[in-house]
């Protein structure tokens, strides 16, 4: 699925701004926070979503690893804000910048299915973050996809979080009870 999503990502490199045209408007609430990711080895671009939803008035926040098996923090981030490696080795914001607690999660994607379920790098990260954030409130995940990483079916374990929805290039489908009410 690494490979189908890398392959996505070479034929639809305009698959971010489509993804970010099809968020729906009602989930963009001022004065809320968004986490986000900088996509890394292939993963969905999520900077068209995050020009959008800070253009709309919303706070971003972006992880930061502490420790490679915990659950992962968010400090606040703006375009143009510096970046240290975190436990991953991955460019993430300063502790300059104050810590987040998001209201939306946008996940990124190896694969997923119509159920929600969602297969990730493997280290279970957001598993373990979602677990903690939707232990204190309710958190939105979304996930963000190629449409072409849909599997048929995922066989979820114990810990596994699943998405309330997932953003795609072709469109924004719910599958959470954060939706059912």
């Not at 971003?60 to 981030?77: G, K």
Request: hydrophobic share 45%.
């Amino acid at each position: 699925m690494l490979v189908v999503r890398r392959q996505c990502g070479l034929r639809l490199p305009q698959a971010g701004g489509a993804a970010a045209d099809h968020f729906p408007p009602e989930l963009v609430v001022r004065g809320q926070t968004a986490a986000a990711y900088r996509p890394s080895e292939g993963e969905f671009d999520a900077m068209p979503l995050v020009r959008r939803l800070l253009a709309a008035g919303l706070s971003i926040a972006l992880p930061f690893a502490v420790e490679r098996r915990s659950a992962l923090t968010f400090r606040l981030w703006r375009p143009g804000d510096p970046l240290e490696a975190d436990a991953f080795g991955i460019p993430s914001p300063s502790p300059l910048r104050g810590p987040a607690s998001p209201d939306l999660v946008i996940v990124p994607v190896v694969a997923f299915d119509a159920a929600g379920n969602r297969l990730g790098q493997g280290a279970g990260c957001y598993d373990r973050t979602l677990a903690a954030l939707r232990a204190k409130r309710e958190v939105i995940a979304i996930g963000l996809a190629f449409a072409g990483q849909e599997v048929d079916r995922l066989e979820p374990e114990p810990h596994d979080q699943r998405l309330d929805a997932v953003l795609t290039e072709k469109g924004f489908r719910r599958f959470g009870p954060a939706f059912e009410r």
